[in-house]
């Protein structure tokens, strides 16, 4: 006999693209919604729509929002004259998470690639160097991955903000804490014995 479950196999598909997600995973959590339609689904399903009307990009930074200006960059108590450039939102939400950087935010959406034609006008660099001058800011600091393209944006972010005063920093690459030497890449050994400091 046919099943007649077409809009919970759609609802399935599509949860199962979510990344961390797989077929078996979205349909368990299908089923909990299901059971739990008054305290999980419906609630889910109006936030979904108001964020899918609402959600925007950051006019200043690129972060994501539902008001024209994130929180971050409207809060006073982050003008501290720093900016963190990241590669995505979900890199700046990792920083957040730590809660240790108090400055401000610019999202690039990406790194230069030749290949995917992606230069420094889809990445908004202008207007980060145009960001750095407007605000004065005192310090940028490249908080890229650790790739070939992202290192190749950093220096190509550094060298269009030469002519600056602010000071070009970027964050520290080696061994992670709680880290063992036998299990790191030679990459990561390699750039915690360059950053190696005093102690």
């Given at each position: 006999?046919a099943?007649?479950?077409?809009?919970?196999?759609?609802?399935i598909e599509?949860?199962?693209?979510?990344?961390?997600?797989?077929?078996?995973s979205?349909?368990r959590a299908?089923?909990?919604?299901?059971?739990?339609?008054?305290?999980l689904?419906?609630?889910?399903?109006?936030?979904?729509?108001?964020?899918?009307l609402?959600a925007?990009?950051?006019?200043?930074?690129?972060?994501?929002?539902?008001?024209?200006?994130?929180?971050?960059?409207?809060?006073p108590?982050?003008?501290?004259?720093?900016?963190?450039?990241?590669?995505?939102?979900a890199?700046?939400w990792?920083?957040?998470r730590?809660?240790?950087?108090k400055g401000r935010?610019?999202?690039l959406?990406g790194t230069?690639?030749a290949?995917?034609?992606?230069?420094?006008d889809?990445l908004?660099?202008?207007?980060?160097?145009?960001?750095?001058?407007e605000?004065?800011?005192?310090?940028?600091?490249?908080a890229?991955n650790?790739?070939v393209?992202?290192?190749?944006?950093?220096?190509?972010?550094a060298?269009?903000?030469s002519?600056?005063e602010?000071?070009?920093t970027?964050?520290a690459?080696?061994?992670?804490?709680?880290?063992?030497?036998?299990?790191?890449d030679?990459g990561t050994?390699g750039?915690?014995?360059?950053?190696?400091r005093?102690?």
């Amino acid at each position: 006999m046919a099943r007649d479950e077409t809009g919970i196999e759609a609802l399935i598909e599509l949860m199962a693209r979510l990344p961390g997600l797989g077929p078996r995973s979205a349909r368990r959590a299908v089923l909990v919604l299901l059971k739990k339609r008054a305290q999980l689904m419906a609630p889910l399903a109006q936030s979904l729509a108001e964020v899918a009307l609402a959600a925007k990009e950051c006019r200043l930074c690129g972060n994501i929002s539902t008001t024209e200006t994130c929180g971050i960059c409207t809060d006073p108590a982050r003008a501290t004259g720093e900016i963190c450039v990241v590669e995505d939102v979900a890199d700046l939400w990792a920083l957040e998470r730590g809660q240790v950087f108090k400055g401000r935010y610019h999202v690039l959406g990406g790194t230069l690639s030749a290949l995917d034609a992606i230069g420094p006008d889809e990445l908004g660099i202008p207007r980060l160097v145009a960001r750095v001058a407007e605000e004065g800011l005192r310090e940028v600091i490249l908080a890229l991955n650790a790739t070939v393209d992202g290192q190749t944006t950093a220096h190509y972010i550094a060298d269009a903000l030469s002519g600056t005063e602010a000071q070009i920093t970027t964050l520290a690459q080696g061994v992670p804490i709680g880290g063992e030497l036998d299990y790191l890449d030679d990459g990561t050994i390699g750039a915690a014995l360059r950053a190696r400091r005093r102690v």
